[in-house]
């Protein structure tokens, strides 16, 4: 009987403290060639973006810079504006780009993916919506990532934001997938603490969903595991002090690990759930994602073997022998985990509206994120669900 699966990564990943310094090697292929950035304005004001120039000016390599991601969660119009600018460029001498940098977190990785792809596939990055729907390789893109989250420097999926639909898209293909991904604590050093904890709690999401989702297997559950351990010992510590480097550089290594976990496994119905919400109110997709796991979990449960819940209990710091009491341990260690880092408790608090709640539950039913979820559920129980995240 075939039990295949596919595990998918970045062909190139420079990790830990200092990587950035290995990064004009990786460059050479490219000198002499013409690069836009996709990055937005606090990077550039940061200095990071500036790092990234003076290593393309030593290696001959002309650059433009596409500041335009003006806000968290990434939209159809920042695409848009980025190809425009994709096609046009400053300098008529600079528009045959060979190579995207993204430089930031997911907002700025998921945008720059959608501009390469589009750019060669044509057409809008509406009509990638779902899965293996791009065909051609896009622009080869490096990923400089700066926050412990999203892990969308490694990963072959992008979320853009309809605001036409009010509908977060998940656009996912192996074609997405960046070509050289860089993971340096020393950038995200300066994470604000809502930064912090909103991506931070995301790498936690991330990683219980890849562990109990229908697809995966054992090389995302010793990552789904470890990235979890890792959250749980560390997570509090770079909340409480960002300079913490030591901490900063475990969340980092959590990040990546939930990332690749999920990256094969897929996610379930709180990423689903969570995503609709970013697409009708736009707010912190880690803290929607924190409300909800509890009872997505519960719901989860009844489908979930009991090895794997003792596992997950283990992961969290605390070994006990019984399923029932692993998943109140499990809900309770989330909860306490989402109130020391600053997460509000309930959707409301993020401006969920009841009256909004079932045209969101039928939008969840079309997330591809649903798929691998553990138990199949109905528009009523994901109503259900809401209402108790409310």
Known sequence: MENTHNFFIPKTNLIGVGAIKDLPNQLLSWKLSKVLIVTDKNMIKLGYVENIEKILKSLFISYDIFDGILHPNPTVSFVEDGLRYFKQGWNVFKRDYKLIISIGGGTNHDCAKAIAAVAVNGGSIIDYEGYNKITKPMIPLITINTTAGSAAEVTHTAIVTDNTRKVKMVITSALLTPFISVNDPIFMTTMPKEVTSSSGIDVVSHAIEAFVSTEAFPITDALALDALRLSFEYLPRAYENGNDLEAREKMMYANIMAGLAFNSAGLGYVHAMAHQLGGFYNGAHGFNNAALLPHVFRFNST????????????????????????????????????????????????????????????????????????????????????????
Not at 310 to 334: D, F, P, R, W, Y
Not at 364 to 370: A, F, N, P, R, S
Request: charged letters at 20%.
């Open 303 to 390: 489908a979930i073997p009991e090895h794997r819940i003792l596992k997950l209990c283990e992961a969290m710091g605390t070994v006990t022998h019984h399923k029932e009491q692993a998943i109140n341990i499990i809900i309770e260690s989330i909860k306490n985990l989402s109130s020391v880092i600053g997460i509000p408790g309930k959707l409301s608090m993020m401006g969920l509206e009841e009256g909004d709640i079932e045209e969101l539950a039928n939008n969840v039913m079309q997330d591809i994120c649903t798929l691998t979820n553990p138990r199949q559920g109905s528009v009523e129980d994901i109503i259900d669900i809401y209402q108790a995240a409310l």
